[in-house]
């Protein structure tokens, strides 16, 4: 049986070690605050998973799996101190969503097993991941990763070279940044906007990538379109006017109660949960599809 150890037991890391228990994967876990510890190890879902007070106590394990917060030092770091505790074919997984994995290996000797493997929240549902290795990375451990993931019914995707914010978020900050500024711009409420988003491009991106559409239309037709609309898009090198407002005012959205919406009065956990539902239906209707669509 292979075993992985996640480090950090937020709301990726908890999803995650959800997944591999299901997928019938030995896994320990680390998480630093004992309070959030005590929770999770009191949640009859994680009964199964071996959780460490140090790091240094899981043995044998063919994955690390950081899911920290996403910050460039605290990830540097963590690798750095943990590195002489395992083996150089202990593989290093990190899930940043954003920072380069050669940056995050910068102080590690052993930076060939450094690899990104970006998990989507929810990450016990969501079956893509980004696996993005840096040019130090070995193929020993990118063929591992990839294996390992295939095997646990994820649909991994292996980028050809690093980018900030790799694929994935590098269309959803494009696609975020012309929605705010949008609203900013009082072309259309927030709500007006996510609808409008949900019932147009989110139906159709369900089953029709962006360049497959280009080509549906009319890569022709498209010339025509963009030749008008590139110049008034959003092109905003630093975050916008009415992102900025929402931070200084500790809007941060769900967590807060108050973002561009007021969750103040809705029951988080029951609201999350439908999500979970419809995005289960979703992916297997998409499933099904690309099942015929293959045969």
Known sequence: MQHVCIIGGGFMGAALAKYFLDAHIKVSLYEGFIARR????????????QFLETIEECKEVDFIIEAITENLQAKQQLFK??????????TFCTNTSSYLISSIAENVKHKERVIG?????PAHITPLVEVVPSAFT??????KTMSFLQSVNKKPVLLKKEIQGFVANRLQSALSREAMSLV????????????????????????????????????????????????????SSEPLFIHEQL???????????????????IDKKQYLAQKDDVLLNVIRAVSAQDEEVEK
């Open 184 to 235: 900013q711009n009082g072309i259309v409420s927030p709500e007006e906007l996510d609808f409008i988003a949900k019932w147009s491009l989110g139906i159709r991106l369900a089953n029709t990538g962006p360049l497959e559409q280009r080509d549906i239309n009319g890569l022709d037709t498209h010339m025509a379109i963009v030749n008008y609309v590139y110049p008034t898009l959003e092109n």
């Open 81 to 90: 101190s943990i590195e002489d505790h395992f083996p150089p074919s202990t």
């Open 38 to 49: 005590q929770e999770l190890m009191a949640d009859e879902a994680f009964q199964k998973v």
């Open 117 to 121: 493997t970006h998990f989507f929240s």
């Open 247 to 265: 931070i200084e005012n500790n809007r941060f959205g769900m967590k807060t109660n108050e973002g561009f919406y007021d969750w103040s009065t």
């Open 138 to 143: 070995e193929e020993h451990h990118i063929e």
